[in-house]
């Protein structure tokens, strides 16, 4: 995308209790891949040349002739997409689309005027049912060429709400994607910069998501931790409980690390698949009175292939890291 200029971690956690509290993910009436509370919290230095929001969005004004910007998405169960959740930051008359995967349009709608720097939602005339199988499109068109963005949200990973998942690009399959109006992809985006977010997803009929479903295709998450709040024995083991089945090879020393200060800890590492638990034993003991502190990375998988993310409601992947003591 010419026009452009060129893992996360969770803050230490001194933990008042063993357990991390689940990140519930909002399933009003309208169901989206974000939240309308949803703050990206991104930085001047994420923006390049382009300009941060008052409230942590990257915003760009392109000086175009206007561009279709979406993202890439399917789902694991039929599902009625009711219409379009974008972060707003053109004032024009802005439209909404739904497409397929051979670029054929399936519903298409108006957004009510708006103010800059803010979630909007349109709902679609009529909702479109999809099923399990195909790729589609949710995108927006803005006449500006304002939009939102993030490089790289997509890049090696994709993001998952209960049916629905944005897909993680692939080579020659970029996410998001845009088409300026000027291009030869007429108005179906298919280009892709940086793998992009830009901040626009399908709406959804949050009670069509089973909690069986919802829980199958969210990232796993840290859920319990041994020791936790109080001051462990020096011979006692680390047991890191996930939210669901965990692919055992992802589970190594790179991606589970114990750490004394700077310096990582020799352990050998279990895991436990009926509970879904990690095990880590120091090698050689840990000291008695001392603090240490535990990362489990977003390089751990579950089952299902997708990665952990401690907190689904900040952008990125989040990892998961907490402290303990030593008696």
């Not at 000086?63 to 890439?72: D, F, H, P, Q, T």
């Not at 005027?113 to 589609?136: C, E, H, L, S």
């Not at 409980?241 to 590492?269: E, Q």
């Not at 001392?290 to 990665?307: E, F, I």
């Amino acid at each position: 995308m010419g026009k452009f200029a060129t893992i996360s971690t969770l803050a230490v956690i001194l933990f008042a209790t063993t357990v991390l509290a689940p990140q519930a993910i909002g399933q009003d009436a309208q169901t989206g891949l974000w939240p309308t509370s949803f703050n990206a919290h991104q930085t001047a230095a994420d923006c390049g040349r382009w300009k941060l929001s008052p409230d942590g969005f990257c915003v760009a004004d392109d000086a175009r002739n206007g561009l279709e910007v979406g993202v890439r998405f399917r789902t694991s169960q039929r599902v009625q997409i009711t219409g379009v959740r974008i972060y707003r930051v053109d004032t024009a008359t802005l439209t909404g689309s739904l497409w397929d995967a051979s670029g054929r349009l399936l519903a298409h709608g108006a957004f009510a005027p708006g103010p800059a720097n803010a979630w909007q939602d349109m709902r679609f005339a009529k909702p479109v049912t999809i099923a399990p199988g195909g790729i589609y499109v949710a995108s927006y068109f803005t006449p500006r060429t304002r939009y939102a963005f993030r490089y790289d949200y997509f890049a090696d990973a994709g993001r998952t709400v209960g049916p629905i998942t944005a897909v993680a690009a692939t080579t020659g399959h970029p996410n998001g994607v845009f088409c300026y109006d000027d291009a030869v992809c007429g108005s179906y985006p298919v280009r892709g910069y940086r793998n992009s977010s830009y901040w626009v997803t399908p709406l959804w009929n949050g009670a069509t998501a089973s909690g069986a479903n919802a829980a199958h295709s969210a990232p796993p998450r840290v859920v319990r931790v041994r020791p936790g709040a109080h001051a462990a024995k020096a011979t006692a083991p680390v047991k890191i409980t996930f939210s669901k089945a965990i692919w055992p090879s992802t589970l190594t020393s790179t991606t589970v690390r114990l750490m004394h200060g700077t310096k990582p800890v020799a352990t050998r590492l279990t895991y436990r698949p009926a509970r879904h638990q990690a095990v880590l034993t120091a090698r050689t003991g840990l000291r008695a009175g001392a603090t240490y502190r535990v990362k489990v990375s977003t390089r751990v998988r579950d089952s299902q292939g997708h990665r952990l993310d401690q907190n689904t409601r900040r952008a990125g992947r989040q990892s998961a890291t907490w402290t303990f003591h030593t008696r």
